[in-house]
């Protein structure tokens, strides 16, 4: 199995390192970066929190795009252009393209959040110059966990699009639609919550409960996958939130790439 899932599997990491639209999300990140380091002026008594709050905010605004648009170009641009077929002459199942495709596109992301956490780190540890704040932030463990939470995060969105890319005839439909996803699961939980304390009495947004409680079903919480406030102020996440936020997320991964497979060893290429 490993034998036919490693040259998809290269090839991903090839061709996503030399992509020039990962370049420019790249400089993005970078910049978003820049704006964290920034933003800290603006809270002169938490400098730290400010940047941390705002620099994980842009490594998930990264990290999302990241996985998207490498879904699209490798994969559905293949699909699209019927370079896929070149791919499936290997003596191998459909199962072992998607998957490799997949596990390459992981190992990118796990590069693209390990730079720009680091680089985050170091914009927090620089932040405020000798000014000390009345409370610490955390820069070890609970910080590498909240990148970890945000790296999972992307990679559920990578799993729902290229369940899209692989049966979709539009090539740009896995990169909106997976837009869409990662707004969508990053809203929930917020919105559930709203409902849950009445919606302040409005009963025309409390009519659509069961609706939202359908959905909730089948659109995962990404919310559940940030952690951010363990290292931003000392407070620890309920353990079984956080496992339970991971076993969600995996979960999710492994339903979308089921799907994914299904979709694409039906699928006819003319």
């Known amino acids: 199995m490993l ?9 991903t990491w090839r061709a996503g390192l030399r992509s020039r639209s990962i370049q420019a999300i790249l400089v993005l990140g970078v910049l978003l970066m820049g704006v964290a380091f920034l933003s800290a002026s603006f809270s002169p008594r938490q400098p730290k929190t400010v940047a941390l709050d705002v620099g994980l905010s842009g490594i998930r605004i ?24 070149f791919s499936l002459t290997y003596p191998v199942n459909r199962g072992s393209y998607i998957v490799g ?5 992981l190992g990118l992301l796990t590069i693209a959040a390990l730079l720009l956490g680091m680089l985050l780190w170091v914009v927090v540890l620089t932040t405020g110059g000798a000014y000390e704040q009345g409370f610490a932030v955390a820069p070890g463990l609970p910080y590498w966990l909240t990148v970890f939470g945000l790296w999972l995060d992307a990679a559920v969105v990578a799993a729902f699009a290229m369940w899209i890319a692989s049966l979709s005839t539009v090539n740009i439909l896995p990169l909106a639609l997976g837009l869409a996803f990662a707004v969508g699961g990053k809203s929930l939980g917020a919105v559930l919550e709203y409902m849950m304390q009445g919606a302040d009495g409005d009963t025309k947004i409390m009519q659509l409960s069961p609706v939202l409680n359908t959905i909730q079903w089948v659109l995962p919480d990404l919310s559940r996958l940030d952690w951010r406030i363990w290292p931003m102020y000392g407070k620890v996440p309920d353990t079984q939130v956080m496992l339970g936020g991971g076993i969600m997320g995996a979960s999710y991964v492994v339903v979308m790439l089921a799907l994914a497979i299904y979709a694409f060893s039906r699928r006819e290429f003319q």
Do not use: D
Request: glycine share 6%; aromatic share 14%; hydrophobic share 50%.
């Open 101 to 105: 495709r997949y596990l390459g596109i």
């Open 62 to 85: 990264s990290l999302v795009l990241f996985s998207l648009f490498w879904v699209q170009e490798l994969i559905g641009q293949e699909i699209q252009r019927r370079t896929v077929l």
């Open 3 to 11: 034998k036919s899932i490693s040259p998809f599997v290269l090839s």
